[in-house]
């Protein structure tokens, strides 16, 4: 598609489940990153991958959250035994890479944790 | 790490009115990104800068390189452009690098009819 593609856009999962949010990247975009925006809060950094360097894992909140993105294309961010305060909208953006380079935002994905 | 401030935090105005939004930085950077979020979360790219001015309809954007300092107008306002507008930084030597981008806290526009 023309732009980068989230799914699903919203979900809703009880407590303790694992959920997987997926990004379809702009095509030929080398950069891909995750953000997540909780409520009230500004969106925060999780992940960057570049490449294919190792992804910078920085900013994930904890070891129960993890991302991969195959083929340098298509990323899958999966949070398992999710916590209610794992609600947030999670935003993928991609980009050419380069200095400067303008970051492509997709719509996001409201994870609710019930 | 850059420090980013935008300005006013909360701004409700009536339709019409014209409207400035504006955005502080610390240190260079490459491009300067301003993002519009609908209620429902979904992020829309506004404009990149690095230098100048940028036009898209009713939308102004403006950055001073020297000053460090972007402004977003929007002109003859509509409640349809009521968001959340946010600046984004891209540091002049990450390339968006490993944090990607420095995000400002957001601006909460109200256009009343």
């Known amino acids: 598609g023309a732009g980068v593609s989230q799914s699903p856009s919203n979900k809703v999962t009880e407590k303790g489940k694992d959920v997987e949010l997926r990004c379809d990247p702009i095509s030929g975009h080398t950069a891909l990153y995750w953000y997540r925006q909780s409520l009230g809060q500004g969106l925060e950094f999780l992940i960057y991958?570049?490449?294919?360097?190792?992804?910078?894992k920085s900013g994930l909140p904890s070891d129960r959250f993890s991302a991969e993105r195959t083929g340098g294309s298509v990323s899958t961010l999966t949070i398992q035994r999710t916590q209610q305060e794992d609600s947030a909208v999670y935003l993928c953006?991609?980009?050419?890479?380069?200095?400067?380079?303008?970051?492509?935002f997709g719509q996001g994905t409201r994870l609710t944790v019930v | 790490k850059n420090e980013v401030e935008q300005s006013p935090q909360n701004l409700t105005a009536q339709e019409g009115e014209f409207i400035t939004i504006n955005c502080s930085y610390s240190v260079g950077i490459s491009a300067l990104h301003w993002l519009q979020q609908h209620p429902g979360g979904g992020i829309v790219s506004l404009f990149m800068l690095s230098s100048g001015k940028k036009k898209h309809g009713r939308l102004i954007a403006t950055i001073n390189i020297q000053e460090k300092h972007s402004s977003l107008h929007i002109t003859a306002s509509h409640p349809r452009d009521s968001a959340v507008y946010i600046c984004?930084?891209?540091?002049?030597?990450?390339?968006?690098?490993?944090?990607?981008?420095?995000f400002g806290k957001g601006t909460h526009l109200i256009i009343q009819p």
């Open positions: 953006a991609s980009s050419w890479g380069g200095v400067g380079a303008e970051a492509f």
């Open positions: 991958f570049q490449g294919n360097s190792a992804p910078d």
């Open positions: 984004a930084l891209a540091d002049m030597y990450s390339g968006g690098g490993a944090d990607g981008l420095t």
